[in-house]
């Protein structure tokens, strides 16, 4: 497919994601289905054009005064590629594919806009609603925070040290352009694809079948290094979902202790199995049904809380769901994040340790969700987070912001936003 084609299948697809409403994956694999036609290269490249056009969707609206499915796909290519209107209207020439060109009037209103500094609201490219909530997380840098989380995604992963070192997985991988991360002790980058390129399938690589690395962005990697699991601990993953943080922290204690893994959706927890046995982790018990915690109330050494939150930190990857978040999913997620931070204390032993995870950029469920635990259970105490994180990362002192925990961001740390914070239970 030329790019005419292309373009004409992201507008199509942009349709489909609007009226109905859908998921852009979704949309994205349909549309693949009922195409056959279009290889591997031709799939990446639309996908590319999507989600170029919905991380950006607000720039791209300003740019034509319009956020129709062609406007959007339109403006996010333009401003991707860098590429002049007069020339992609010119390499639609021949191409019977191709959406209608841009008109005079279309011509006319972007020579005018690409000469100007875009407004406030388009270079962050986050919902109207959202942007108090981004100053009040970052201040006067909001906007240059909003506007990377509009950027191309790097993919990351774990080298699995259950079975292999970092070095031998980057070794194995070298074809695919695979570097150590900044950060994170284990991690491994593939950088933001560029034009219409797309990532390798890292997945089919016989390193991946062997276990010896997990896919997993730096900073999940990174707030797993913070909780501290060590060797011999008892630890309850306590949202433990796909199991990302339980391998990662399997790992870090050498199989040596207990990770119990519960879910209260089990269909979350569905894919552990079989990602615990490639990777090789033997001191992981999965646990479905919450009865089967009472035993572990007050022993836990460590219980980490991987909330349940608006994924606002993974718009990167996710960018439609920043314009299908609402006020009032955001506040049913704070409901649940109280709820559950309450229940899993429950489990911390006297002198053990609380550890809370979001990946969000929101401080309402990051540093507010913090200083409410802390006012409703007095017997915790909020951890000296700067030594944490020194310790820890010694090399990246200055790297975060604390603000009651550490928050990340693809801004300050290059990976998705998270946010960490480290509660210490008194001794009785």
């Known amino acids: 497919m030329r790019?005419?084609?292309?373009l004409s299948a992201a507008i199509e697809i942009l349709h489909d994601i609007e009226t109905r409403h859908r998921p852009a994956a979704d949309a994205l694999r349909d549309w693949g289905l009922s195409h056959r036609f279009a290889g591997a290269g031709d799939r990446a490249a639309i996908g590319n054009i999507v989600y170029d056009a919905l991380r950006r969707r607000r720039a791209a609206a300003w740019l034509f005064d319009s956020d129709t499915p062609r406007a959007l796909a339109f403006g996010g290519l333009l401003m991707e590629s860098g590429t002049a209107p007069e020339t992609l209207n010119a390499s639609f020439a021949n191409d019977r594919f191709a959406p209608p060109p841009l008109s005079e009037t279309e011509l006319n209103l972007l020579r005018a806009?690409?000469?100007?500094?875009?407004?406030?609201?388009?270079?962050a490219n986050v919902p109207e609603w959202c942007e108090p909530l981004m100053r009040a997380a970052f201040g006067a840098d909001w906007i240059a925070e909003a506007a990377a989380l509009s950027g191309r995604p790097p993919l990351d992963m774990r080298a699995n040290t259950l079975k292999a070192s970092r070095e031998k997985v980057l070794a194995a991988l070298a074809r695919c352009g695979a570097a150590a991360s900044r950060i994170a002790s284990a991690g491994m980058r593939i950088a933001p694809v560029a034009g219409d390129g797309r990532h390798p399938n890292v997945q089919a690589e016989p390193a991946f079948r062997?276990?010896?690395?997990?896919?997993?962005d730096e900073g999940s990697q990174i707030v797993t290094e913070l909780a501290g699991a060590a060797p011999g601990e008892q630890v309850l993953d306590f949202c433990a979902g796909a199991g990302g943080k339980t391998l990662a922290m399997s790992a870090m204690m050498d199989n040596r202790g207990q990770i119990h893994a519960y879910d209260a959706d089990r269909q979350r927890l569905a894919p552990i199995f079989e990602?615990?046995?490639r990777a090789g982790c033997?001191?992981?018990q999965v646990v479905a049904d919450e009865e089967r915690l009472a035993p572990l109330l007050g022993r836990m050494d460590l219980v980490l809380v991987d909330a349940p939150c608006t994924g606002s930190g993974t718009w990167r990857r996710r960018p439609d769901a920043k314009w299908r978040l609402t006020r009032q999913q955001m506040e049913a997620r704070l409901a649940e994040q109280s709820a559950i931070l309450d229940a899993a204390s429950r489990y911390v032993r006297p002198g053990g340790r609380l550890a809370y995870v979001t990946c969000s950029i929101f401080r309402e469920e990051n540093a507010a969700q913090a200083e409410a635990f802390l006012a409703r259970n007095p017997a915790f105490r909020l951890a000296d987070?700067?030594?944490q994180w020194r310790k820890r990362f010694p090399a990246h002192a200055g790297a975060v912001r604390i603000d009651g925990g550490i928050v990340l961001s693809p801004a300050m740390t290059g990976t998705d936003g998270f946010y960490f914070a480290c509660f210490e239970r008194g001794a009785e």
């Open 3 to 6: 790019l005419g084609g292309r």
């Open 113 to 123: 806009r690409l000469g100007e500094d875009l407004p406030e609201g388009a270079r």
């Open 210 to 216: 062997k276990g010896w690395f997990e896919v997993q």
């Open 275 to 277: 990602r615990l046995k």
């Open 282 to 284: 033997r001191n992981v």
């Open 385 to 387: 987070h700067d030594a």
